[in-house]
């Protein structure tokens, strides 16, 4: 069955914080993704990285950064933490060859 | 601007009749479309795809979808709804690159 886990189900950070959200999955997919979603606006694309060490801005890098030192593991870093980053981050992976995207269960940051 | 429309915010049915959610779309090219569903504090869920072939595709959980490029539309539906399946429901578009679009979802409620 396949898998994809995220640290954090729930988050709590201060302003000016610097976070980390990590992704791991288990199924050797090539591509990953980072999506924050907000209620009426859907998903929306922060970064990819279609291979390891590789990484491409999405509709909404700001203020973020990423890291995929490992297949298996793609980490989202928010630099300095804003109230307006509050919002559910879902991870994503895909298989080259597929189109179905596997998801994480999100982790629901609250930046007060 | 490439675009995924789903014009209700909410589908309310009754358990035991048919229910459709709706999606347009666009995109140039050939898409490639999705269905996700997210259940309550969870990640999203593959559903189903058209890729090619035959306008209609049928799914996990008894749920099917219709391809009309005429009208730019991949609407979903299933002949019988149940309670269980209340959920929010998400419409996606794949031009075949890394960035798949997200319609913004369609909250649906089937009533006992």
């Known amino acids: 069955d396949v898998k994809v886990t995220q640290s954090s189900r729930y988050l709590v950070k201060r302003t000016g914080e610097k976070v980390f959200l990590e992704c791991v999955q288990d199924?050797?997919?090539?591509?990953m993704f980072w999506y924050r979603q907000d209620p009426g606006l859907g998903l929306r694309l922060i970064y990819f990285s279609y291979d390891v060490k590789m990484k491409e801005k999405g509709d909404i890098p700001e203020g973020y950064s990423v890291s995929r030192e490992k297949k298996e593991r793609f980490s989202l870093i928010l630099e300095s933490a804003s109230t307006n980053q509050t919002s559910m981050y879902l991870c994503?992976?895909?298989?080259?060859?597929?189109?179905?995207?596997?998801f994480g269960p999100g982790t629901r940051l609250t930046v007060t | 601007a490439q675009s995924v429309a789903q014009p209700e915010d909410q589908v309310n049915v009754a358990e035991g009749n048919p229910l459709t959610v709706k999606c347009t779309y666009s995109v140039s090219g050939n898409p490639y479309l999705f269905w996700y569903v997210q259940y309550p504090n969870r990640g999203l869920q593959f559903l189903l795809k058209y890729i090619t072939g035959d306008n209609l595709v049928k799914g996990s959980y008894g749920f099917e979808a219709e391809f009309n490029k005429s009208q730019t539309s991949f609407h979903l539906k299933k002949p019988s709804a149940l309670v269980s399946d209340s959920a929010l429901y998400f419409c996606a578009v794949d031009t075949g690159g890394f960035k798949t679009i997200f319609g913004a979802g369609t909250r649906l409620f089937v009533k006992a």
């Open positions: 994503a992976s895909r298989s080259i060859g597929s189109y179905e995207q596997y």
């Open positions: 199924m050797d997919h090539e591509n």
